[in-house]
């Protein structure tokens, strides 16, 4: 009973200075206490909860069957909303905690929300190399669900609790997007239930225009139902390389040199200060040296872009075998690096040991709990954007971020962006190479202010034709979204699909000017 006791004792001691400094000083300074005694043991029961639900739909082989009847009450959910009048516009029913976005959707709370429990994959095609999903499956679940199979999807956005419709309605990308594009580039077809409560399928030969107006759109064109997305042959492996690099010139011209080569599987980038990065190029492949296989995604491992800057540190390249599924989610277990403000010691091996198998805390718990006061706290001092820019600009964005926010690391991801229709596309008539640049963390610099800086960060990424991923604060006005976004096809399916008295705009359900 002597440990017993002596835990209960330091609980007990615990709560006492908890409810002496109040709870709300302890969760916004001392916010590890709650996550680590609450949100972590809570994490690990919804991923059960999840898990054995997938596990017994996957059994069953229930989800096709149940799709259809799923699709049919949100037609009668949205038929109810017109006999009734229209006189609100239409919203999933999601609750905003639950997405993956630090943004708290306000709209919600005065929107007719529509109910959409359509969490399951549908089917797996061998033959045209397609899965088919409904809007809520996660990119764990797909990847769980696929790579037994042996298949996986071209393009598996970092972070297990990804949605596929969160992806397609806002945007996807990883370290394979150089090759394939953005997630919405690996998709062949989306089902949807449309304002007046019909249900279309569009691809890019049946109904195009709506194919191509859908990504980017955040649910303001219709209500995604299912997605047919490409899946590839899968391989037990990924060979990685890492190069430590300095100099920002030379960063830069290594960077955009592994990008362009198809050979590299995976190329990905940290750049830890102005002038220091290593750079990462993959290749799948079933087989490795058995001396370097490092399996990344064990609860007890270093935190990955910790282990990246080892390398950095010893001035050494190096060559690593990483099974397929942990290199998948290899920054999941950190959350990029946004756990080291939550829990400080996090990456401290006797706390990886101990309690790392419960890392990391649901997103969307963190963002249930968070309060008002942490959540001005981290919007004032904290900044979560991904800029996209053409690759030729990449030094000047980077020197951009320095002087704006200085935010490190940095994650440089490359891209391919066809000249298709749509939100976003190239300047020119052809495919360009483009770069997301992602800042996670808090701004060191002096004068940095949320709202002034991030402008700042805006104004420059659209002088060079780039754009900013929607989950994140946006502060641009009306005008300047649209000079940033391409709203010729988008407003052209608003009218034609009879939106404009259905659904929100896009610009009013993200960005901040809009919105308060």
Partial sequence: MGPLLSLGVGLLLLLLWARYKGIAYVLVHHRWIFVCLFLLPLS?????????????????????????????NIQEQVREWKKDGQKVYMCTGRPGWLTVSLRVGKYKKTLKNITINLMDVLEVDIERQVVRVEPLVSMGQLTAHLNPMGWTIPVVPE?????????IMGTGIESSSHIYGLFQHICVAYELVLADGSHVRCTPEENSDLFYAVPWSCGTLGFLVAAEIKIIPAKKYV??????????KTICKRFAEESAKKENHFVEGLVYSLDEAVIMTGVLTNEADQRKINRIGNYYKPWFFKHVENYLKANRTGTEYIPARHYYHRH???IFWELQDIIPFGNNPIF??????????????????????????YEQHHVVQDMMIPMKTLEQCIETFHSDIKVYPLWLCPFILPNDPGMI???GDEAELYVDVGAYGEPQTKHFEAMASTRQLEKFVRSVHGFQMLYADCYMTREEFWEMFDGTLYHKLRKQLQCNDAFPEVYDKICKAARH
């Fill in 159 to 167: 972070l297990d609790d990804l949605t596929v419709g969160g992806l």
């Fill in 425 to 427: 596309h190239p300047k």
């Fill in 352 to 377: 990886r040991y101990l309690f790392g198998w419960m890392v990391p805390p649901k997103i969307s718990l963190l963002k249930l709990t968070q309060g008002e006061a942490i959540r001005k706290l």
């Fill in 44 to 72: 690990v029961l919804f991923d059960i909860y999840y898990q054995f639900r997938a596990w017994i739909v996957q059994k069953l082989h229930s989800a096709p069957r149940q799709h259809h009847l799923r699709v049919r």
């Fill in 332 to 334: 999941t277990r950190s």
């Fill in 239 to 248: 060979k990685l390389h890492y190069e430590p690099v300095r100099g920002l």
